[in-house]
């Protein structure tokens, strides 16, 4: 197995693990192809059938301080002011990562939110699309790691 495959490997699974907390009136916990009860409520709240969750913090899995990742989300939020969105912190259960701030952002389609999620240098983003399982996607952005 080469080196390469080795970190996507590890990668893809450390995305898959991560617990992504909404940070709503009532926050909640979104998981990788898990249906979120909580996640439906709120696109039928904002009237919409899609979501999208990314973060500008870290790009290409580099860390980057706290200030650094807070800076580049006002930024990325400041590019989505006609946009409904909830602030997310996603947490590695395993504590190996910080946690990283990022947004929910209600009915951003996956081809916006892959510009957006490429924009702000991320491997990937999770995608809720009809039903409420938020899907890991890729950005092609590749880890300098």
């Not at 590695?92 to 389609?109: N, Q, S, T, V």
């Amino acid at each position: 197995m080469s080196g390469s495959h080795t970190l996507a490997s590890d990668l893809e699974q450390a995305y898959r693990k991560t617990i992504y907390r909404v940070l709503a009136d009532s926050p909640f916990d979104l998981r990788v192809d898990r249906y979120s009860p909580e996640l439906e409520a709120w696109h039928r709240t904002c009237g919409v059938s899609s979501s999208a969750l990314i973060t500008a913090a870290n790009p290409r899995s580099q860390q980057l301080s706290d200030r650094e990742n807070q800076a580049r989300n006002r930024s990325m939020r400041g590019d989505l002011q006609s946009w409904t969105v909830l602030p997310t912190s996603s947490v590695d259960p395993d504590g190996k990562w910080p946690m990283e701030p990022g947004l929910l952002i209600a009915g951003l389609g996956s081809e916006l939110a892959q510009q957006l999620s490429s924009r702000w240098g991320q491997i990937a983003w999770l995608q809720s699309e009809h039903a409420a399982s938020p899907a890991l996607m890729w950005t092609g952005v590749s880890s300098v790691r």
